[in-house]
């Protein structure tokens, strides 16, 4: 695991956790050896890591959309969205030049094809159409 991610998820931890300040420091000295998160090694996190897990701590899964998907695969996302409301691919040009203020879908970054396709699930929920 790399430091600076492990680091990050034990400040995670520590908060979800509420763990004041000297229980904190406590608890790194008694699993890690140190009294600050800086002076952790790899396998010294991983141990924080595992003794904030045992004590109750469970990470969250990242809820922010990732641009991980095929161009293509958004793109044919967006035309099923499309054909279901009975659109044409304008509606989504007009859409991107509001949401964007880029004229055409097909010029669009993989981030914004993701929220161009949010906006179109959510106007398919908000007419009552089955999702494509």
């Excluded at 469970?58 to 809820?63: E, L």
């Excluded at 099923?80 to 030049?97: F, G, K, V």
């Excluded at 203020?101 to 398919?124: F, H, R």
Aim: aromatic fraction near 6%; proline fraction near 5%; charged fraction near 25%.
């Amino acid at each position: 695991m790399s430091r600076n991610p492990a680091l990050a998820k034990i400040h995670i931890a520590k908060k979800e956790l509420a763990l004041d300040d000297d229980t904190y420091r406590a608890m790194l000295q008694t699993i890690a050896g140190v009294t600050s998160s800086k002076e952790l090694s790899d396998a010294g996190a991983a141990k924080v890591l595992a003794h904030l897990r045992h004590c109750g701590w469970k990470p969250k899964k990242g809820n922010r959309p990732r641009a991980g998907g095929s161009r293509q695969a958004l793109v044919s996302k967006i035309e099923a969205l499309l054909a279901e409301a009975h659109r044409p691919w304008s509606y989504a040009d007009a859409m991107a030049r509001h949401m964007f203020y880029v004229d055409k879908t097909d010029w669009l970054a993989p981030e914004q094809l993701i929220k161009l396709v949010g906006a179109l699930t959510y106007d398919a929920k908000r007419h009552g159409r089955p999702l494509a």
